[in-house]
């Protein structure tokens, strides 16, 4: 006999929305995550695809686009990441449930594009917003060395609720 725990499929990548054939698999996944009502599909995407693109996006209420912020990655969002908000806003005006995760670097530099995109994305209605540290060369047990003048930097996320923690390490 099947289980009947809903299924929970992600599409992650590189950038998924650019394969060719993403369409056909995203109408693969909500067949099989629509067999249980509490089925859900993610779609992990950096959000530089076209306005368009999500325009055109096929609804479904199961689905939900996990955009994942990189200051770093300027140059593809255009001039203060005019693109990537407009994606976000396509697509929760279009009826996606939506989430973004920002990665929050040590470097200052991006402070305050990290600072101009969350006070843009707080402007939203419904937004999920969660915070995410950096991992030190990629060991999941080692962040980054985030140092005190991050911690007052960003201290406006110490009234989001339950997704960022500032702990001591005495």
Not at 140 to 150: A, I, N, Q, R
Request: glycine fraction near 8%.
């Amino acid at each position: 006999a099947r289980a009947k725990l809903p299924v929970f499929l992600g599409l992650l990548g590189g950038e998924p929305t650019i394969h060719p054939e993403y369409e056909e698999l995203i109408d693969l996944c909500h067949n099989a995550i629509s067999s249980k009502p509490d089925g859900r599909l993610y779609v992990t995407t950096n959000g530089s695809q076209s306005n368009d693109f999500f325009t055109k996006h096929k609804l479904y209420k199961q689905m939900y686009f996990l955009f994942s912020f990189h200051p770093e990655y300027r140059g593809k969002y255009g001039n203060r990441f005019e693109k990537f908000i407009n994606n976000i806003k396509i697509a929760v005006n279009s009826g996606f449930k939506c989430k973004v995760n920002v990665m929050l670097h040590t470097n200052e530099k991006f402070w305050a594009d990290t600072h101009y995109v969350v006070d843009e994305l707080e402007k939203i209605p419904g937004l999920e917003i969660h915070p995410h540290f950096l991992y030190a060369d990629g060991d999941v047990h080692k962040l980054e060395s985030y140092g005190e003048k991050f911690y007052e930097q960003f201290s406006r996320f110490k009234t989001y609720p339950g997704y960022f923690t500032f702990e001591d390490k005495a």
